[in-house]
């Protein structure tokens, strides 16, 4: 499966919000986001436009891993 391309980092920040991520905080161009589902999990998110895939890829996977899911679910459930 291909990593879209043109994510951004408020994009994402915003998509993560279905699955309860919220920001906790900001440091320069990095965001924080944190949910409380299936325990606590925090991930950073550059606020880059775009982000780079290598790096998106990265977020994705802690992520999918986080919520018993693959990839290409989390991709499809975060509608990027």
Same mark, same amino acid.
């Given at each position: 499966?291909?990593?879209?391309?043109?994510?951004?980092?408020?994009?994402?920040?915003?998509?993560?919000?279905?699955?309860?991520?919220?920001?906790?905080?900001?440091?320069?161009?990095?965001?924080?986001? *944190?949910?409380?589902?299936? !325990?606590?999990?925090?991930? @950073?998110?550059? $606020? /880059?436009?775009?982000?780079? *895939?290598?790096?998106?890829? !990265?977020?994705?996977?802690? @992520?999918?891993? $986080? /919520?018993?899911?693959?990839?290409?679910?989390?991709?499809?459930?975060?509608?990027?």
């Amino acid at each position: 499966m291909k990593l879209p391309r043109d994510v951004s980092g408020p994009q994402l920040v915003k998509a993560l919000r279905i699955l309860g991520y919220n920001v906790t905080r900001q440091k320069g161009s990095h965001v924080r986001v *944190t949910t409380p589902r299936n !325990g606590e999990h925090h991930e @950073v998110v550059p $606020h /880059h436009q775009p982000i780079k *895939t290598g790096t998106l890829s !990265g977020i994705l996977k802690s @992520v999918a891993a $986080h /919520h018993r899911m693959n990839v290409e679910e989390l991709v499809r459930l975060l509608g990027l």
